[in-house]
């Protein structure tokens, strides 16, 4: 496990701190043991996944093996390249050299190549699998990040750890939208702009309504999804919503005071 970890993570349920002990991770406060497998931390018991939160988790599980060299395709048809793709939205943070840097539902890590370098790096996700492909990306890249299994819902680092915190793609199909974005605004500092950004009822339409796997997750949902403003605390400053990428996705950010 990655020895940054211990100085900001925390019982997701209690924010507590966590002992190292083996290969697991104990709160004293709650009895709670959280196993560390394969280098990465499980902060999720499985007796808390429902719903949509399950649903997806077993989706990603299931996807991970093809997950990037699909994106990378459909990136290069409809965009000109993964880099046109992700710069529309990474250009929104506001990283400067020795920040921490939080990825909320990191995925396999597609967006860590095209972040600065002097950063200290992390990724939380719903999906072990996904986790696992992060962690065999990283080492191609020769990047190192810090990633841990969890539930937006429930983030398992302390109060204000971290400069920046963003999320791509999932905020749509979370059990709680509003706990999650709380989540966000408790782990970034004072100052932080926190960005979301996800799919759009445009591209869960069209494109995910093609692609086999998820269609019948995603595209069956389109006419619910829209950005989820209504939920980000009225303390916020600088709100602002748009769309990019040719109207396929929304991106929302806001800052903490």
């Known amino acids: 496990m990655d020895p940054r970890l211990l100085q900001i993570l925390c019982d997701p349920k209690t924010h507590e701190p966590l002992e190292l002990k083996g290969d697991s991770l104990i709160s004293h406060s709650t009895g709670q043991t959280y196993p560390i497998i394969s280098s990465i931390p499980v902060l999720l018991p499985e007796e808390e996944l429902h719903g949509d939160n399950l649903e997806f988790q077993r989706l990603y599980d299931r996807i991970a093996p093809v997950y990037n060299l699909s994106n990378k395709i459909y990136f290069f048809l409809k965009f000109g390249g993964e880099k046109n793709y992700r710069n529309q939205f990474l250009k929104e943070l506001e990283i400067v050299p020795g920040d921490k840097v ?4 990191v995925g396999t890590g597609d967006n860590f ?5 002097k950063i200290d790096l992390y990724g939380l996700d719903i999906s072990f699998g996904m986790l696992k492909a992060c962690r065999r990306n990283l080492k191609k890249w020769k990047r190192e990040a810090a ?21 791509v793609g999932g905020i749509n199909f979370f059990n709680d939208k509003a706990r999650a974005i709380e989540e966000m605004i408790r782990v970034a500092k004072r ?36 950005a989820p403003v209504d939920y980000v605390p009225e303390t916020m400053q600088d709100l602002e919503i748009n769309e990019i990428c040719n109207g396929l996705l929304y991106c929302l950010s806001f800052r903490k005071p």
């Open 113 to 117: 190549p095209y972040l600065p370098r």
């Open 147 to 167: 990633i841990v299994q969890a539930a937006a819902e429930a983030v398992p680092f302390r109060d204000e750890s971290f400069d920046v915190v963003y999320h």
């Open 191 to 226: 100052g932080s702009k926190i960005v979301i950004v996800d799919e759009t009822e445009k591209l869960a339409s069209t494109t995910y309504n093609k692609t086999p796997f998820v269609r019948q997750q995603i595209a069956k949902k389109a006419a619910e999804l829209s």
């Open 102 to 105: 939080l990825e909320i539902s």
